[in-house]
């Protein structure tokens, strides 16, 4: 599995910004993909995660109703659309993939950088 992650950048609070992460290597029928994040000092945390079959979804408290998930099975892609940023949602976004049987995300993309100004 390969998940290559784009869409970082420097925006300021209050902005909106997408992410992608382009899915290969295998089919992601039975697969979770999902987002996670480190900011600075941290651990990395949970994010939001999207099921590649039926579309369900899982958010952070942090990120309710402010970030959605979403994936386009014909580009193999994993979205990460962000709006009404904070500046403490400054930190490293990775994609990751699991099998739906497996409790760890154990396929992992590189990280994008996103930082948010105030």
């Known amino acids: 599995v390969q998940l290559q992650a784009s869409g970082g950048g420097l925006v300021q609070a209050g902005d909106s910004l997408r992410l992608s992460c382009a899915a290969s290597?295998?089919?992601?029928?039975?697969?979770?993909m999902g987002w996670f994040r480190q900011a600075p000092g941290k651990e990395r945390e949970f994010v939001a995660s999207?099921?590649?079959?039926?579309?369900?979804?899982n958010y952070a408290d942090s990120v309710k109703g402010r970030f959605t998930i979403s994936r386009d099975k014909a580009k193999n892609t994993v979205y990460l659309q962000m709006n009404s940023l904070k500046t403490e949602d400054t930190a490293v976004y990775y994609c990751?993939?699991?099998?739906?049987?497996?409790?760890?995300?154990?396929?992992w993309g590189q990280g994008t950088l996103v930082t948010v100004s105030s």
């Open positions: 999207v099921r590649w079959s039926g579309g369900s979804t």
């Open positions: 990751a993939a699991k099998f739906l049987t497996i409790a760890e995300f154990d396929f």
């Open positions: 290597g295998r089919t992601f029928t039975n697969y979770i």
